[in-house]
């Protein structure tokens, strides 16, 4: 089968060819496995077929290593992925591993219930240190900072609205015994963000991702698993040899067809593409990220030893993450902006990485600027200030939380997708768990909130509407 051309790959929902190129991509360009096995032919069967290469689909396939081959050779994983290896959001978000401590309790609560949205916070937390475990056992070279996060309201009307989520989180039983609360002065002294009104900190930290999932590429591949690259994904069809006992799928690209028992979909904003049931459920939206060099004052001993999130509500927030080995300064963009104009809103509903809006770069350069006036464009010198901006795309679920597990109408057929834009803080607990169910496990044996669950039932739900969402 020929490759198809970019538009065409565009049109039928795949990732564009010619995307940009992260910061985290600029500072790896010799990974020796980017382009790993893009000129070989697909193998003609597999037991399990993992669509795309991020986290999840790596952490999937590492689980399943350690699952079913108990930490010797693979089970016969294959790794498709459209691009280069680990080309999509894994390296192109903001470098943070953030999970969320109590501030979307209240509306959590209000989408899925008060015992879902105990669960949705308590596994975020998990989900954190579940990362920092594979990292610290396999001494994985990834920048990994485990530090603290502060949530800095930016203003009264969100100081109110962030004390509220921690007063109806603590007393729905919410453990909040992590969690620090600063207001005032105090707070402007521990964040250095002088018109703070108030900050909440709790553990969190950063990483390179690029490196991190890198990593894992090649200690996958050490352990028997094949990634192929540039090797996007057309089909998956019922294989016709399936029998009433075992259904096959023939997964095609366009380098020959892979027969496999097991396709599990880790794709992301992407997954409609192959399930189009999902294409009202899992949309896409592109996110912005920014490289600052800083100035003196925020140089050697005066780094920012926590990350943070600005934030002005609860979708109008900018990120900013300090990386300790180099002192670059990672800096989101928001969701929500009243600050830009409709065009570039609308900009955001793209599938499309190989840009950047010109404006949300402004406003997140003047909203860091604003905070720390040291930074400042007219006082730095040449070599200082922004140095890179990029786009990653995500995967929006109506309810905010991500599609895990089984699809029922495709037997054999698994999902681990639709992370929010909020993924480092729930891919690890989530590729662990649809591990655990293919190889078996229950929904309890999970551990997921089951909210998480892909089913019939939530579709048709998610299909008469939701009110309210957390991202």
């Known amino acids: 089968m020929s490759r198809r051309n970019s538009a065409s790959r565009q049109g039928s929902g795949l990732p564009v060819a010619n995307p940009c190129v992260s910061f985290w991509q600029q500072t790896t360009r010799s990974f020796p496995y980017l382009n790993v096995n893009k000129d070989e032919a697909a193998p003609a069967q597999a037991k399990y077929v993992i669509i795309g290469s991020g986290i999840s689909g790596l952490l999937t396939a590492y689980e399943l290593v350690f699952g079913a081959g108990g930490g010797g050779m693979s089970p016969d994983i294959v790794i498709f992925e459209a691009r280069e290896a680990a080309s999509g959001a894994s390296s192109r978000n903001a470098g943070h591993v953030r999970p969320d401590a109590f501030r979307g309790f209240q509306l959590y609560e209000q989408l899925h219930g008060r015992d879902q949205a105990l669960k949705i916070i308590a596994n975020e937390r998990l989900a954190f240190e579940r990362i920092k475990e594979i990292v610290s056992i396999h001494g994985i070279q990834c920048d990994f900072n485990g530090t603290t996060t502060f949530d800095v309201c930016m203003t009264p009307e969100f100081a109110d609205f962030n004390a509220r989520s921690f007063k109806l989180y603590q007393e729905a039983g919410g453990d909040v015994s992590h969690i620090k609360f600063y207001e005032g002065e105090e707070a402007r002294r521990v964040t250095r963000v002088q018109k703070a009104v108030a900050a909440y900190e709790w553990p969190a930290g950063s990483t390179h991702p690029a490196k991190l999932a890198q990593r894992l590429v090649t200690f996958l591949m050490t352990m028997g698993v094949k990634l192929f690259t540039h090797c996007p994904v057309f089909e998956v069809t019922k294989c016709p040899s399936s029998t009433a006992e075992q259904t096959y799928w023939d997964v095609t690209t366009p380098r020959g067809t892979t ?61 900013v993450a300090q990386r300790q080995p180099d002192g670059i300064i990672i800096l989101g963009a928001p969701i929500a902006n009243p600050n830009i104009s409709q065009e570039a809103a609308q900009a955001r509903l793209t599938s499309d990485d190989s840009t950047f809006n010109g404006e949300v770069r402004d406003d997140a350069v003047k909203n860091f600027e604003t905070c720390f006036p040291e930074c400042d464009k007219g006082k730095l010198r040449h070599g200082e200030g922004l140095l890179h901006t990029w786009t990653g795309i ?17 037997p054999g057929q698994w999902i681990c997708a639709g992370f929010n834009g909020h993924g480092m803080a729930r891919i690890s607990t989530c590729a662990r768990g649809v591990a655990k169910l293919i190889l078996g496990g229950s ?9 998480f669950e892909m089913t019939e039932e939530r579709l048709d739900r998610l299909g008469r509407g939701v009110s309210g969402s957390v991202f």
């Open 259 to 319: 027969k496999a028992t097991t396709v599990v979909h880790c794709t992301n904003a992407f997954a409609p593409h192959l399930l189009p049931q999902l294409k009202t459920f899992i949309t896409p939206n592109r996110a912005q990220a920014h490289a600052f060099v800083p100035p003196a004052s925020l140089s050697a001993e005066n780094l920012l030893p926590s990350t943070m999130s600005l934030r002005h509500t609860l979708k109008h927030f900018y990120s």
């Open 394 to 410: 995500v995967g929006m679920t109506p309810d905010s939380v991500p599609f895990v597990g089984k699809i029922e109408s495709l």
């Open 443 to 451: 929904w309890k044996d999970t551990g997921l909130p089951e909210c």
